[in-house]
């Protein structure tokens, strides 16, 4: 991936943007450096203007004394911004979502996994009426030679292709490739070297990594044409479980909503409606049984939401489970990768294969995962938020209705609290870490490119950031300790507890690193899908998906499926 020269700020265009938002004159702080870039000096008047928008103040002769100061500083930035930095560049700073002095509570890992038993259906004349079965049943289909790779992975490019001109969650396929895969599959099988239940299954990849020989475009309009010679690491581990890739498949605009440069992704269930984002095209493309699996990313709600929306089952492991490298950066210490299925199992079948640290992304940590079908309920300790559940909001009965089914399989559900820490001010340091990725397309203007232009889009957003004080950004990360810590006491009660989707888990949990199950739990007068949240101790998917499994077992909410 090539970066383009960063230019210096325009200072007429720079002043007339802050008059447009209501700022007038007011010299915000990084303005400094851009009237030193066109010659004008730093003097004690204008950090005078600056500091009102900065919040500190001073006196005379502080800012006669800082004058020198600023200018050094300003030679630093400017040789910075220099540099070419591309996407792929992290910090050096690693993200531990282990509080300093907190000893691990990590679950047995079993010396040997189990799924669960499974009856795959009869296949039929019309393979598509297979399309919405979940991986556990395909994978049956396929291990037993009932019906071939080829026969799958030639349906689901049929399915995607019929149904994109309406839900548009289709940014490039990659038939040649996929096709090679699925002869592979079909002729490894009949020789009897079956790899595991990802083996011959089509899936679909958010189209923020990497894939060698195809467009990562990000989903934005100035990286539409952007070629990655490599693949991500999670794209290699799931073609060494013998996955077949079929399609590289939408997200919102460098991972925000639903709108791409192509258009908007729609939800299966209701498609005059978005697919939430930002994993919009691998929720709609799942729903709508065009792929197998698909995997899609969260740095605070993007697998969350889109799961919800379009009625899938979507895990979003701990921080540090799944390494990033070949993905997109929005935030070094915020990005998570997981699978957005139709079942509980699919989604640990996807995370054995995909997890383990890879030697590149330095987050990623080796804690085992194996997937065992047989680990006792009784043996986990849930809980639910009390307070949340007790307020009102739209979707509270479905949620109480969860509850209940839980309760009527036995399960002990213990109160807790989600600690009240100050999220909204952390997610700072969202902000400024996208910002910081997306540096040269703020420099040189090219977010003019994006698609969405709104106060609250992108490229609003990462030139407000660039206005984060350093210190502040650090206090956030700081603040944030001290919310890993609370909840690290929280965790020492339950294994998993149940939370609504949209309550402050959501947050507070993409910041703390901790691990969500979303699964679907009723629908609406108007047929679409609403959901609950597991939400998991660290590095406890397996206890989280049991209870989830547990759960989809006692209901048939994800077996149900939109009539396109």
Excluded at 420 to 431: G, K, S, T, V
Aim: aromatic share 8%; charged share 20%.
């Amino acid at each position: 991936m090539s970066t383009a020269p960063s230019p210096r700020y325009d200072r007429r265009s720079f002043m007339g943007y802050f008059a447009s938002i209501g700022l007038g004159s007011t010299l915000l702080p990084g303005v400094l450096w851009a009237r030193a870039a066109n010659g004008e000096e730093i003097t004690p008047e204008s950090i005078a203007s600056a500091e009102e928008i900065a919040g500190v103040q001073f006196d005379e002769d502080e800012r006669k004394q800082m004058v020198r100061a600023l200018q050094r500083q300003e030679q630093q930035i400017e040789q910075l911004h220099a540099i070419t930095l591309p996407n792929s560049v992290p910090p050096a700073i690693i993200f531990d979502p282990v509080p300093p002095g907190t000893t691990l509570d990590l679950p047995k890992t079993p010396s040997h996994g189990a799924r669960a038993p499974v009856r795959p259906p009869a296949v039929s004349a019309n393979l598509e009426d297979l399309a919405f079965l979940p991986v556990t049943a395909l994978s049956e289909l396929v291990r037993t030679r009932k019906v071939t790779s080829v026969q799958l992975t030639r349906m689901y490019l049929e399915r995607l292709r019929r149904y994109d001109p309406t839900l548009h969650f289709v940014v490039n396929y990659t038939e040649e490739r996929a096709m090679k895969q699925a002869r592979a599959a079909d002729e490894e099988i009949a020789r009897g070297k079956y790899r595991g239940p990802l083996h011959g299954i089509p899936w679909g990849a958010k189209d923020l990594f990497a894939v060698a020989g195809t467009p990562t475009t990000w989903g934005a309009a100035p990286y539409k044409d952007q070629m990655i010679d490599s693949d991500a690491t999670i794209v290699q581990r799931l073609d060494a479980a013998g996955a077949v890739l079929v399609a590289k498949l939408t997200l919102g605009a460098l991972a925000m909503g639903d709108q791409w440069f192509g258009g908007q992704t729609r939800n299966p269930w209701k498609p005059e409606q978005g697919s939430s984002g930002s994993s919009a095209g691998p929720g709609s493309a799942t729903a709508a049984g065009c792929v197998g699996f698909a995997v899609g990313t969260e740095t605070l709600g993007s697998i969350s939401s889109p799961s919800t929306r379009n009625g899938v089952t979507g895990l979003r492991p701990t921080f540090g489970r799944v390494p990033r490298t070949g993905a997109m950066a929005l935030s070094w210490t915020m990005d998570k990768i997981g699978p957005m299925c139709r079942a509980v199992e699919d989604c640990a079948f996807v995370l054995e294969a995909m997890h383990g640290a890879d030697g590149m992304d330095l987050s990623a940590k080796d804690i085992p995962f194996v997937w065992d079908a047989r680990t006792p309920l009784k043996s986990i300790r849930v809980g639910y938020a009390k307070a949340d559940f007790e307020r009102d909001y739209p979707t509270k009965a479905f949620d109480q209705a969860t509850l209940d089914k839980l309760r009527s399989l036995g399960v002990n559900l213990l109160p807790v609290d989600v600690p009240d820490q100050p999220y909204n001010a952390m997610r700072l340091i969202l902000n400024a870490e996208a910002a910081a990725a997306f540096d040269d397309l703020t420099r040189s203007g090219r977010d003019k490119e994006m698609t969405q232009q709104g106060d609250n889009a992108w490229p609003n957003t990462f030139r407000t950031a660039r206005f984060i004080p350093a210190a502040d950004y650090v206090n956030a990360n700081r603040a944030r300790v001290q919310a890993m810590r609370a909840w690290a006491e929280l965790m020492k009660t339950v294994d998993i507890f149940v939370a609504p989707t949209f309550s402050s888990q959501l947050t507070a949990t993409n910041l703390t690193g901790h691990p969500a199950l979303i699964l679907p739990n009723g629908f609406r007068d108007d047929g679409t899908p609403v959901s609950i949240t597991f939400v998991g101790g660290l590095y406890k998917e397996l206890p989280l998906l049991v209870v989830g499994r547990a759960y989809q077992e006692a209901t048939d909410f994800h077996l149900k499926h939109p009539t396109l």
